[in-house]
């Protein structure tokens, strides 16, 4: 039997259910209300978060000036054809892919140069940077520039830009010294939210460049691109402008930069030229040299590999890099140390042609001898029996002591990225090194620069500096720098006896006569010739070390000068013959006159 529903049931169950919708409407309203009038601030920072991408551009990278303002590098603006990768969207990536593929065979045929890119660059640049412009031709020369633009409504997607890339405009001049650049991702962070892209910035690589990157390198900037779902740009805006860095100047001197490296022209070697009073550098080469714009943008594989396999090693610097047996220039040093022990300056000794230390003799430069010598006339003449006699008398402690006196064995000090400390041996050394005792004949070799005895020019331009100043300076190449000075601990009368055999060796009679022939100044000097190797290998390093200081001769904004050099020319024939010669042409070019030539380095 059926039983009616009564309506006061039916009318509970109509307002369950209204009572159901009205709280789903009232859920729904308020989700809108949060949707569409709490939240809208938050997601509308989301979209345009997920919209936007930060990209941080390179900084303006300061220039290197020489001493007067010469610019020795710079930033020159480079142009490069690019394509915007949204201009051949497709939908999907692999299509996108084979339309830029396409277009780019199209504008090879239309510039007429192939394109370096690949598949895999293009797929890579997709991936990775679809929102950024695609370099298709780094840096392109005025004629594909030209044609680029003559053509340019016939390829759509293409464009040019242009970017800032390193110059040397002296060429080869003091390639060396500034070294080169190349790019890598700025290490700098702009505010507390990460970047999405970094441009590549200079960045030194080598030499000055290298040492004061942190110095030279300007300050990022900010830009900020907007893109569609994909990561398609659709518009760009710069935010912030990158910063040029300070220009760094240097003590160079650029007029006797440019003798110097005439001089060195042709051979292996290196010159450094210094200021003794407070450590300028006002040279600084070394012979092979560079082109340091060849290296820009990028090095080369090929290019490197070959300066690697060069054999006279262009990429060295020999002036603060390489050690080298000073030869007979290392004689004062001997002489202040037989002084140091009591050696009389007036006493003679007499040389028969050689020095004998038991059954080892080493050979003089005059086979039949220098007869009676006093220490200024050994050091004119450059007696190797005299210093082996001398050396031997003094000690190995006086020796190893006056020489690290002159700061050899330990760094100069300089701001650079190379300062070889060089050698001064001693038992412990060759203990280590050789595993065998120290015998006086290494003594003998090192008292006369032979040996295992090693030195750099800059080394040795400090060096003969302290012997005309009596204090030893930190070299240093930015201008501005404060500078150290020390006094030698040598006393007055030992460094007088010193510089009168030195003044001697470049009298019309000495040895280094043709070191200071016709220069209008003080000048004092030695000789060295180191030898190496032996029967066909045999080989003569020859060295030239001179003081001069500025008299009412030399020019007059040269009167006050005076400046420490020295130089060493590999396979040469001797001091005085091979080098001599070319440090006078550069002392010329300091107190006499300006050089005629003004171009760079060939």
Not at 118 to 130: F, G, M
Request: net charge positive; proline share 5%; aromatic share 8%.
């Amino acid at each position: 039997m059926k039983t009616e529903e009564s309506p006061f049931s039916a009318l509970i169950a109509c307002g369950l259910v209204a009572l159901i919708f009205v709280l789903g409407f009232t859920v729904l309203a308020v989700r809108l209300r949060e949707e569409q009038v709490d939240n809208t601030a938050v997601r509308t920072f989301e979209m345009e978060r997920q919209s936007k991408r930060r990209v941080q551009t390179a900084g303006i990278r300061g220039r290197i000036l020489a001493r007067h303002g010469e610019v020795l590098a710079c930033n020159v603006p480079a142009s490069s054809i690019v394509l915007n990768a949204e201009a051949f969207a497709k939908k999907s990536w692999s299509g996108t892919a084979a339309e830029i593929t396409n277009a780019i065979a199209r504008a090879e045929k239309v510039l007429g140069r192939k394109s370096p890119l690949t598949i895999r660059d293009i797929a890579r640049h997709l991936t990775n940077e679809v929102s950024r412009p695609l370099v298709v031709w780094r840096n392109v020369d005025e004629d594909t520039l030209a044609r680029f633009a003559e053509h340019e409504l016939d390829l759509p997607g293409f464009d040019y830009e242009e970017r800032l890339e390193r110059h040397y405009p002296q060429g080869l001049l003091a390639a060396h010294l500034l070294g080169y650049v190349g790019r890598e991702h700025a290490k700098t962070e702009a505010g507390d939210r990460k970047f999405h892209f970094k441009e590549n910035e200079l960045s030194g690589r080598t030499g000055l460049e290298s040492y004061y990157n942190s110095f030279l390198r300007g300050m990022p900037g900010e830009s900020e691109l907007l893109v569609d779902a994909r990561g398609f740009r659709r518009a760009e805006r710069t935010i912030v402008e990158p910063c040029a860095g300070p220009d760094l100047r240097l003590t160079l001197d650029l007029p006797i930069q440019r003798e110097v490296e005439r001089q060195l022209r042709g051979h292996c070697g290196a010159c450094v030229v210094l200021d003794p009073r407070d450590g300028s550098v006002l040279a600084m080469a070394s012979a092979p040299t560079f082109d340091p714009n060849e290296f820009v943008p990028v090095l080369k594989a090929d290019l490197y590999a070959r300066y690697l396999k060069d054999s006279r090693k262009p990429l060295l610097n020999r002036a603060c890099a390489e050690g080298y047996a000073p030869g007979s220039t290392f004689k004062p040093i001997t002489a202040l140390a037989g002084l140091s022990v009591g050696l009389n300056p007036a006493e003679e000794y007499e040389c028969t042609g050689a020095y004998y230390l038991g059954k080892f003799r080493i050979r003089c430069a005059r086979t039949w001898g220098h007869g009676e010598l006093d220490l200024r006339t050994a050091l004119k003449e450059s007696c190797n029996a005299y210093f082996c006699r001398t050396g031997c008398m003094a000690g190995t402690n006086a020796v190893m002591t006056m020489a690290r006196t002159f700061g050899l064995g330990s760094a100069t000090g300089l701001d650079f990225v190379s300062d070889y400390r060089g050698i001064v041996p001693d038992d412990t050394w060759k203990r280590n090194t050789y595993s065998e005792r120290w015998y006086p004949g290494d003594l003998a070799q090192m008292s006369i620069g032979q040996g295992m005895l090693l030195v750099t020019p800059l080394q040795m331009a400090r060096v003969i500096g302290a012997l005309g100043t009596g204090r030893l300076v930190r070299p240093h190449l930015k201008e501005g720098l404060s500078f150290d000075s020390v006094p030698l601990s040598v006393p007055k009368d030992h460094l007088a006896a010193v510089r009168q055999g030195l003044r001697a060796v470049v009298s019309r009679t000495g040895t280094g006569h043709r070191g200071a022939d016709g220069v209008e100044a003080e000048v004092m000097g030695k000789t060295g010739t180191a030898e190496l190797g032996r029967g066909a290998t045999r080989r003569k390093n020859t060295w030239f070390v001179a003081y001069a200081k500025g008299t009412e001769a030399s020019r007059p904004d040269a009167q006050d000068r005076e400046v420490a050099i020295a130089m060493v020319i590999e396979r040469g024939e001797s001091g005085g013959g091979t080098t001599a010669p070319k440090v006078c042409a550069v002392l010329k070019t300091v107190f006499n006159h300006p050089p005629a030539e003004k171009g760079g380095a060939e």
